[in-house]
Protein backbone atom coordinates (compact mmCIF):
# COMPACT_ATOMS: atom_id res chain seq x y z
CA UNK A 1 0.00 0.00 0.00
CA UNK A 2 0.69 3.81 -0.02
CA UNK A 3 3.07 4.83 2.50
CA UNK A 4 3.67 8.57 2.60
CA UNK A 5 6.78 10.23 4.69
CA UNK A 6 7.22 13.93 5.42
CA UNK A 7 9.92 15.59 6.72
CA UNK A 8 10.74 17.82 8.48
CA UNK A 9 8.24 16.96 11.90
CA UNK A 10 9.12 20.36 13.17
CA UNK A 11 9.83 23.49 11.62
CA UNK A 12 10.61 26.99 13.44
CA UNK A 13 11.42 30.05 11.25
CA UNK A 14 11.51 33.96 11.67
CA UNK A 15 8.55 36.23 10.44
CA UNK A 16 8.54 37.13 6.86
CA UNK A 17 10.85 34.24 5.79
CA UNK A 18 9.86 31.03 4.23
CA UNK A 19 8.87 27.44 4.80
CA UNK A 20 9.72 24.78 3.17
CA UNK A 21 7.94 21.02 3.91
CA UNK A 22 8.76 17.83 1.72
CA UNK A 23 6.57 14.47 1.36
CA UNK A 24 7.81 11.32 -0.61
CA UNK A 25 5.24 8.83 -1.29
CA UNK A 26 5.97 4.91 -2.20
CA UNK A 27 2.51 4.21 -4.72
CA UNK A 28 3.49 5.79 -8.62
CA UNK A 29 -0.97 5.53 -9.61
CA UNK A 30 -0.71 8.28 -6.80
CA UNK A 31 -2.57 11.06 -8.91
CA UNK A 32 -3.60 13.69 -6.47
CA UNK A 33 -2.09 15.37 -3.74
CA UNK A 34 -3.46 17.76 -1.01
CA UNK A 35 -2.02 19.55 1.57
CA UNK A 36 -4.01 20.10 5.55
CA UNK A 37 -3.46 22.62 7.72
CA UNK A 38 -4.55 21.53 11.09
CA UNK A 39 -4.66 24.61 14.08
CA UNK A 40 -4.46 23.46 17.47
CA UNK A 41 -7.94 21.67 19.05
CA UNK A 42 -9.81 21.89 15.36
CA UNK A 43 -9.72 19.95 12.07
CA UNK A 44 -7.64 19.63 9.26
CA UNK A 45 -8.28 21.62 6.45
CA UNK A 46 -7.31 21.89 2.80
CA UNK A 47 -4.97 24.59 2.17
CA UNK A 48 -4.02 23.40 -1.61
CA UNK A 49 -3.78 20.68 -3.59
CA UNK A 50 -2.21 19.17 -6.55
CA UNK A 51 -2.55 16.66 -9.39
CA UNK A 52 -0.49 14.62 -11.07
CA UNK A 53 -0.88 16.64 -14.43
CA UNK A 54 1.15 19.63 -13.28
CA UNK A 55 4.47 20.11 -12.04
CA UNK A 56 2.85 23.41 -9.55
CA UNK A 57 0.70 25.58 -8.38
CA UNK A 58 0.28 28.48 -6.51
CA UNK A 59 -2.29 30.49 -3.99
CA UNK A 60 -1.10 33.69 -3.00
CA UNK A 61 1.57 32.83 -0.39
CA UNK A 62 1.34 29.16 -0.78
CA UNK A 63 2.81 26.71 -3.51
CA UNK A 64 2.75 23.66 -4.57
CA UNK A 65 5.61 21.68 -6.41
CA UNK A 66 5.10 17.72 -7.46
CA UNK A 67 7.85 15.90 -9.14
CA UNK A 68 6.89 12.73 -10.02
CA UNK A 69 9.56 11.02 -11.42
CA UNK A 70 11.09 11.17 -7.88
CA UNK A 71 7.85 10.59 -6.19
CA UNK A 72 7.98 13.48 -4.34
CA UNK A 73 6.20 17.04 -3.46
CA UNK A 74 6.58 19.90 -1.38
CA UNK A 75 4.85 22.85 0.43
CA UNK A 76 6.35 26.38 0.10
CA UNK A 77 5.23 29.46 2.44
CA UNK A 78 6.72 32.06 1.86
CA UNK A 79 6.36 35.46 3.77
CA UNK A 80 5.07 33.47 6.41
CA UNK A 81 3.04 35.06 9.39
CA UNK A 82 2.33 34.11 12.96
CA UNK A 83 -1.36 32.22 12.41
CA UNK A 84 0.70 30.14 9.81
CA UNK A 85 1.32 28.40 12.73
CA UNK A 86 0.48 24.91 12.87
CA UNK A 87 0.30 21.64 11.78
CA UNK A 88 0.12 20.71 8.38
CA UNK A 89 -0.08 17.25 6.86
CA UNK A 90 0.96 15.75 2.98
CA UNK A 91 -1.42 13.26 1.63
CA UNK A 92 -1.69 11.19 -1.68
CA UNK A 93 -4.13 9.26 -3.41
CA UNK A 94 -4.22 6.83 -5.92
CA UNK A 95 -7.40 6.55 -7.39
CA UNK A 96 -9.70 4.66 -8.90
CA UNK A 97 -9.48 1.17 -7.38
CA UNK A 98 -7.27 2.10 -4.55
CA UNK A 99 -9.23 4.82 -2.97
CA UNK A 100 -6.84 5.56 0.34
CA UNK A 101 -6.12 8.95 1.05
CA UNK A 102 -2.41 7.85 2.89
CA UNK A 103 -1.47 11.13 5.19
CA UNK A 104 1.96 11.75 6.44
CA UNK A 105 2.97 12.17 9.84
CA UNK A 106 2.60 16.03 10.24
CA UNK A 107 4.96 18.63 10.12
CA UNK A 108 4.27 21.36 12.97
CA UNK A 109 5.60 25.13 11.98
CA UNK A 110 6.16 27.61 13.92
CA UNK A 111 6.15 31.02 13.25
CA UNK A 112 8.80 33.41 15.57
CA UNK A 113 7.95 36.62 15.61
CA UNK B 1 -22.46 25.71 4.55
CA UNK B 2 -22.37 22.05 3.66
CA UNK B 3 -20.23 20.53 6.24
CA UNK B 4 -19.54 17.07 8.14
CA UNK B 5 -20.98 16.43 11.30
CA UNK B 6 -19.52 14.34 14.04
CA UNK B 7 -21.18 13.26 17.24
CA UNK B 8 -20.66 13.08 20.30
CA UNK B 9 -17.88 15.71 20.23
CA UNK B 10 -16.53 14.33 23.65
CA UNK B 11 -16.85 11.23 25.38
CA UNK B 12 -15.35 9.89 28.31
CA UNK B 13 -15.98 6.95 29.29
CA UNK B 14 -14.55 3.52 31.44
CA UNK B 15 -12.49 1.00 30.29
CA UNK B 16 -14.63 -2.30 28.86
CA UNK B 17 -17.73 0.01 27.98
CA UNK B 18 -18.98 -0.21 23.86
CA UNK B 19 -18.59 3.51 23.16
CA UNK B 20 -20.67 4.44 19.35
CA UNK B 21 -19.08 7.78 17.36
CA UNK B 22 -21.63 8.80 14.49
CA UNK B 23 -20.72 10.93 11.23
CA UNK B 24 -23.10 12.58 8.83
CA UNK B 25 -21.28 12.97 5.25
CA UNK B 26 -22.01 16.13 3.66
CA UNK B 27 -24.70 15.05 1.22
CA UNK B 28 -23.94 13.90 -2.34
CA UNK B 29 -20.28 12.67 -1.27
CA UNK B 30 -19.84 9.06 -1.77
CA UNK B 31 -16.32 8.12 -0.12
CA UNK B 32 -16.30 8.02 3.25
CA UNK B 33 -13.23 8.47 5.59
CA UNK B 34 -12.01 7.03 9.21
CA UNK B 35 -9.76 8.76 10.94
CA UNK B 36 -7.68 8.38 14.52
CA UNK B 37 -5.41 10.82 15.85
CA UNK B 38 -2.94 10.77 18.30
CA UNK B 39 -0.17 13.02 19.23
CA UNK B 40 2.47 10.02 18.31
CA UNK B 41 0.73 8.38 15.17
CA UNK B 42 -0.47 11.65 13.24
CA UNK B 43 -3.49 11.02 10.93
CA UNK B 44 -4.05 7.01 11.12
CA UNK B 45 -6.27 5.92 8.37
CA UNK B 46 -9.11 3.22 10.03
CA UNK B 47 -11.39 2.54 7.33
CA UNK B 48 -13.27 3.82 4.45
CA UNK B 49 -16.42 3.23 2.27
CA UNK B 50 -17.17 4.01 -1.19
CA UNK B 51 -21.39 4.01 -2.19
CA UNK B 52 -21.56 2.46 1.67
CA UNK B 53 -19.55 -0.19 0.85
CA UNK B 54 -16.38 -0.86 3.10
CA UNK B 55 -13.27 -1.02 0.73
CA UNK B 56 -10.72 -1.01 3.28
CA UNK B 57 -10.73 -1.58 7.13
CA UNK B 58 -6.68 -3.01 7.50
CA UNK B 59 -6.16 -0.02 9.73
CA UNK B 60 -8.65 -1.47 12.39
CA UNK B 61 -8.14 -3.71 15.36
CA UNK B 62 -10.68 -6.39 14.00
CA UNK B 63 -10.87 -7.89 17.40
CA UNK B 64 -12.71 -4.30 18.95
CA UNK B 65 -13.78 -2.28 16.50
CA UNK B 66 -16.23 -2.13 13.64
CA UNK B 67 -17.33 0.28 10.77
CA UNK B 68 -20.65 0.76 9.02
CA UNK B 69 -22.54 2.48 6.72
CA UNK B 70 -26.49 1.97 7.76
CA UNK B 71 -27.35 4.49 4.70
CA UNK B 72 -25.78 7.38 2.84
CA UNK B 73 -26.58 9.98 5.64
CA UNK B 74 -25.06 7.83 8.62
CA UNK B 75 -21.27 6.21 9.03
CA UNK B 76 -20.58 4.79 12.41
CA UNK B 77 -17.45 3.70 14.40
CA UNK B 78 -18.00 1.73 17.24
CA UNK B 79 -15.16 0.45 19.70
CA UNK B 80 -16.28 -2.89 21.98
CA UNK B 81 -14.74 -3.18 24.57
CA UNK B 82 -12.66 0.16 24.81
CA UNK B 83 -9.44 0.34 25.92
CA UNK B 84 -7.40 3.52 27.10
CA UNK B 85 -5.14 3.49 24.43
CA UNK B 86 -8.12 3.81 22.44
CA UNK B 87 -7.91 7.51 23.33
CA UNK B 88 -7.92 9.52 20.97
CA UNK B 89 -9.33 12.39 18.21
CA UNK B 90 -11.18 10.41 15.98
CA UNK B 91 -12.12 12.07 12.82
CA UNK B 92 -14.35 11.60 9.56
CA UNK B 93 -14.02 13.14 5.86
CA UNK B 94 -16.42 12.67 3.40
CA UNK B 95 -16.09 13.73 -0.50
CA UNK B 96 -15.96 12.63 -4.19
CA UNK B 97 -13.58 10.80 -6.44
CA UNK B 98 -10.38 12.67 -5.96
CA UNK B 99 -9.22 11.75 -9.50
CA UNK B 100 -12.05 13.30 -11.25
CA UNK B 101 -11.63 16.37 -10.16
CA UNK B 102 -14.36 16.56 -8.06
CA UNK B 103 -13.99 18.11 -4.33
CA UNK B 104 -11.26 17.50 -1.61
CA UNK B 105 -12.00 15.38 1.68
CA UNK B 106 -13.98 17.23 4.32
CA UNK B 107 -13.10 16.33 8.00
CA UNK B 108 -15.58 16.67 10.91
CA UNK B 109 -14.45 18.50 14.04
CA UNK B 110 -13.91 14.52 15.44
CA UNK B 111 -14.61 13.07 18.53
CA UNK B 112 -12.14 13.20 20.97
CA UNK B 113 -12.52 9.86 23.20
CA UNK B 114 -11.01 9.28 26.73
CA UNK B 115 -10.83 5.89 27.67
CA UNK B 116 -10.23 6.36 32.00
Known amino acids: GENVEQHPSTLSVQEGDSAVIKCTYS??????FPWYKQELGKRPQLIID?????GEKKDQRIAVTLNKTAKHFSLHITETQPEDSAVYFCAAYAGFGNEKLTFGTGTRLTIIP | DARVTQTPRHKVTEMGQEVTMRCQPILGHNTVFWYRQTMMQGLELLAYFRNRAPLDDSGMPKDRFSAEMPDATLATLKIQPSEPRDSAVYFC??????????????FGQGTRLTVV
Open chain 1, 50 to 54: IRSNV
Open chain 1, 27 to 32: DSASNY
Open chain 2, 93 to 106: ASGSPFDRGQTEAF
